[in-house]
């Protein structure tokens, strides 16, 4: 999840009215921010990917002067139609088609606002944008440039002096050569030319998606700000800009919108004006168990900064532009309950007095993981939800999943887990900094989509170890392997050489009980531990358990 430290002196500025730090912190759970850190004079809070508003202290001062009655309703932006013109070529269409863009007046920078500016890009890349695939934001003086602007596509030879570089070099080895162009140089390095915005005397603004041209770097002395975002879906784009403008409206800085020339038609960017969405007062009661009236609800709307009217039977909710995250009318009920403060809602005692229990196949499963627990690994809780690069980075490219989620909201999240070695793999990435040996394992289930029926998922438990260290090898894991068989089920495996796409050749093997294969077992593939940057060897083994845990309850 990501954090956003907040300074108190800068924040309490963006008040309506002056707080203790004790109050701002007694009071940002209730926007539904988490307190990851206190310190002198500062706070770190997580806050949910989808609500990147909440990426600057702007946008969470924004939310707290609704929340605590200081202003309420729908937030107004003034924005004024510029002069200024980006022309949109055709070459550009098939490599990065979408572009909006903003022109900012006016500012007063201090480090303070240009460190949560730089933050905020961040953020957006990494949610919004997809890690930039998706969305990438450009921020550039505007007053060392002359417009019109020009998104066109330039070869790999043209040059210019990237960000962070005094010297001209090619589009080519900025890929090669810069921090940024070997990040993100993956998402263009398929195109024979590369996206490039300039001015319109050729002076670089940007190579989007990777790095900006350093004639156009953002100081404290900067007043005037053009706001480039390019990516491949037009609404996303519209998203990330409208939240970077809100930001820098509410900084200080005069809007003016930008004219977007494309082949075949113009848009004037950004669209600030606020979207309408329904709510049933019926529906907002049911689902929270109050019984408020309609006007109780638009004054709850209002201190989320929601501007709402009774229109007919339904309530009307005016949603701010940057509100990316309001899909549907539950999200409209879920700002009523943090309106209506979550504090305020009182526990009910459940109508039914039956005792639950354990389910018997999860006790299984609890009793595989103490079994491993006993032979020295640490346990694992990973996300059932992945991301396709890791799956891909495992597989040596070849895996693909089936399960994929519809419009992710982050690039982590994509898939639904089909095994468990990938997962394992990113714990020992995230920790190459800690001692060794590692030994991780997890116990939990996976889901598999029904060949015969495709709108059937299957769910199957299964366990998964890797263990990581100078002398990890097929021994250790399958002693391992066969430990925990014979101790959680009795039983014991037999292992025939297979080849497996993410363990070495003649270090694999499938794992058979009962004569039946279920899972595998041997020593990962150096390509495999380079894309996830592993120095050690690891060995690794999975088996699905899910037919011992029914023979057992069967004999029960």
Known sequence: MPVVTLYFNHLKTLLEKNLTEEQIKEALPYLGLDLEEAGEGFVRVEYNPNRPDYSTDVGIARGLNGLLGFNSGTPKYSIIMGGTRVIVDQSVIPLRPQIVCLKVRGLHFDDESIRQLISMQEDLHAGIGRKRRRVSIGIHNFDVVDPPFHYVAAPPSFRFPPLGYTEPMTMAEILEKTEQGKTYGHIVKEFSNYPLITDANGKVLSFPPIINGERTRVSAATKNLFIDVTGTDLRAVGDALTIVASFLHDTGGKLETVSVDYPHASLATPNMSPFEMPVNVETVNRLLGLD????????????????AMKRGNSIVASVPRYRTDMLHQVDIVEEVAIGYGIQNFTATTPSSYSAGGYDKGLKIMSRVEDVLVGLGLVEAVNLTLISEEAIAKTSGGK??????VDDPKSMEHEVLRDNLLPSLLMVLARNVHEEYPQRVFEVTKVFQQDPQHPYVITEEPQVAAVMAHSEA????????????????????????????????PGRSASVKISNTTLG????IRPEVLR???????????????GKLIEDELGRK
Do not use: M, W, Y
């Open 292 to 307: 408020l009236s309609s006007d109780e609800i638009i004054q709850c709307l209002g201190k989320c900064r929601i501007t």
């Open 531 to 545: 894309e996830f940057q592993l120095r050690t060897p690891v060995a690794a083994f999975q088996v699905n358990i």
């Open 399 to 404: 895996g693909k999943a089936s399960l994929k």
């Open 520 to 523: 595998f077992v041997g020593e």
């Open 473 to 504: 090898n097929f021994t250790e894991a399958k002693s391992l392997l066969s430990a925990l068989l014979k101790q959680a089920f009795n039983t014991k495996c037999s292992t025939s050489s297979k080849p497996h796409p993410s363990l070495c």
